[in-house]
């Protein structure tokens, strides 16, 4: 955040150190459906992502992992239980569905850049629309974020000219510029071949620590967990529960020779067989539901 | 690719496309094609006579009659009068036009946005959308005085259904990802229905006033051949009624030419409105 002109820091709390971003899950429960017939996606899950850290969720695909995002960012309601933002309920008693916010934004699974806009566009959009910024102020400290993430040759190009792993990473900055507390990436380079992904794995660490945001991230590959989370939270098949949480203590900053230290093999070993274990049971219960 | 088409005007990617065109086999394909159609109806009517196009006038017959200075049927391309058809139909497709994309657009946007506005709306819609606009032709000559607005309504009818159910559709086709991320950023719900509604809708819209000037021709012909003093319509159903057989051939060639030229407009507009979209495709979809 250095690069920014003092004025624009002004409008950044995530300039002081970050202790700020932590979500807490309590017992959250959701029920699709009615209540006694309905399908049970979540069950009575605790657990919690700490500020300025990685938390990586693991789980077997339509395990009920994106309901608990879509709960964070507020897109559905969930059906007891609650979540906080550091000392703020999102949802919970009374108030069953979190407002949308520029404190939480979520990096989409297929990607949300909108087409119509330029990469730029994009990136301003956040604090223009908020009304947080002048628009000259915006676009001052979007070309500094963008130049800063390598994106300043794509500013003006629209996002169906540049290839998706860059695509991603402008939609990161679009999420930066707003200072949020928590960016809640919802397995944001599935799409990708696994060379694209290790470029992105090291981009978004690289993003992450000279912005020390929180973030909570979706995947259903253990290897990209272990590599990029401080903790690792491996959820059960549907319905979705915490089954392990692990502290992973490779020290960051980590980049790829991680992959091959001992610590990391030791930490895959200890979880691939849970993992394993989950993936049959969610593949035993798609056999029965055919 | 990136570098390719940073700086590129739009000017400049016209011409590229136009380059990209006349080096395919498209454009000399597409002569074959019309040379084929002309001899065909030259070898038909004029050198083999068949007994079905007997009374059809050739193509030599028609094109002699369409650049005569003195034409025999009293309509050429040095007669007044026959400028004077063009702008009338011309003036009436425009002002159709033009309200069926102004009324349609937005209650197409209203029923793609807002379930409840469309849960009233749509049955009523849906039930009046069959009626073909010449089951109209009454109605309109009772509803509305003189021979102007009858022609212009039943015109404006067969747009606006196409305008706003392609908005709508446009609506619908949105992802709702693209709202989620709207909202996370912290628009408000006119800011989303601005800057994502609108936008996320424009190829279904242009697509739809695409298909709307089509129609519009198409009914603007059935409303001039029932009522109207001017317009290639009543050009076409008067020469029948009046022999006057090349005439007609000159009427409808007329209407391909112009209504082909309107069409083409709506697109190019539609072009130069979505840019993104345009250089999504000249890169040839390839991601």
């Not at chain 1, 789980?59 to 309901?67: I, N, V």
């Not at chain 1, 979520?106 to 990607?111: A, L, P, R, S, Y």
């Not at chain 1, 959820?235 to 990391?264: E, G, N, Q």
């Not at chain 2, 089509?214 to 319509?233: D, I, N, R, T």
Request: with cysteine.
């Amino acid at each position: 955040m250095s690069v920014l002109p003092a004025a624009v820091q002004s409008f950044s709390p995530g300039a002081e150190p970050v202790r700020k971003g932590r979500i807490r899950i309590n017992d959250v429960v959701k029920i699709y459906g009615a209540d006694d017939t309905g399908i049970l996606a979540v069950d009575h899950c605790t657990f919690e992502v700490p500020p300025g850290e990685i938390t990586v969720v693991v789980g077997p695909s339509g395990c009920g992992k994106t309901t608990l995002l879509n709960a964070i960012a507020g897109f559905h309601s969930i059906s007891s239980g609650s979540i906080y933002l550091d000392d703020q309920m999102l949802c919970g008693p009374g108030k069953l569905k979190a407002q949308p916010g520029p404190d939480r934004i979520v990096v989409f699974q297929n990607g949300a850049l909108f087409p119509w806009k330029t990469n730029i566009e994009n990136v301003t959009f956040g604090p223009i629309m908020q009304g947080a910024m002048s628009s000259a102020e915006a676009y001052d400290k979007a070309r500094d974020m963008m130049a800063d993430a390598g994106l300043r040759d794509v500013e003006h190009n629209y996002p169906g000219e540049i290839s998706s792993g860059v695509r991603r990473r402008v939609e990161i900055v679009r999420a930066l510029m707003n200072n949020p507390k928590i960016l809640l990436l919802d397995e944001p380079y599935r799409a990708l071949d696994s060379l694209t992904k290790s470029v992105m794995h090291e981009a978004l660490l690289e993003i992450f620590y000279k912005n020390r945001v929180s973030i909570f991230f979706i995947t259903h590959d253990l290897e990209e967990a272990i590599f990029l989370g401080h903790r690792v939270v491996i959820m059960t098949t549907r319905p979705c529960r915490p089954k392990k949480i692990l502290d992973i203590d490779i020290p960051h900053p980590r980049d790829y020779s991680v992959l091959t230290a001992k610590r990391f093999r030791e930490f895959m070993d200890e979880t691939v067989a849970a993992v394993h274990e989950e993936a049959i049971k969610a593949f035993a219960a798609g056999e029965k539901e055919r | 690719m990136v570098a390719n088409t940073r700086n590129l005007t739009s000017l400049a990617l016209a011409l590229h496309r136009v380059s990209l065109w006349l080096k395919s086999s498209r454009p000399y394909l597409m002569l074959i094609g019309f040379a084929g159609f002309l001899g065909f109806w030259y070898l038909s009517v004029e050198v083999w006579k068949l007994p079905r196009f007997s009374e059809m006038p050739g193509p030599t017959q028609v094109v002699r009659e369409w650049f005569s200075k003195d034409p025999t049927y009293g309509l050429s391309i040095f007669v007044p009068e026959y400028y004077m058809h063009i702008w009338v139909s011309t003036r009436r497709i425009l002002i159709a036009f033009f309200l069926a994309t102004a009324i349609g657009v937005p209650l197409g946007l209203f029923l793609g946005w807002s379930e409840r506005f469309k849960q009233f709306v749509f049955p009523v819609f849906e039930l009046l959308r069959p009626v073909p606009p010449l089951a109209w032709v009454p109605l309109a000559i009772v509803m509305f005085r003189g021979s102007e607005t009858p022609v212009i309504f039943l015109t404006f009818l067969a747009s606006f259904y196409a305008t706003a159910l392609n908005t709508m559709l446009g609506v619908e086709s949105i992802d709702v990802s693209y709202i989620r991320a709207a909202d996370c950023l912290g628009a408000t719900r006119w800011q989303v229905f601005r800057h994502v509604i609108v936008p996320g809708a424009m190829p279904f819209i242009f697509t739809g006033l695409q298909i709307s000037v089509g129609v519009a021709w198409f009914s603007l012909v059935a409303g001039e051949m029932v009522s109207g003093q001017y317009g290639l319509g009543y050009v076409i159903n008067t020469s029948y009624t009046m022999v006057r057989y090349p005439t007609i051939i000159i009427g409808m060639v007329t209407l391909g030419i112009v209504g082909y030229v309107t069409s083409a407009a709506v697109r190019l507009v539609g072009d130069y409105l979505m840019q993104w979209r345009t250089r999504e495709l000249a890169l040839g979809g390839d991601r």
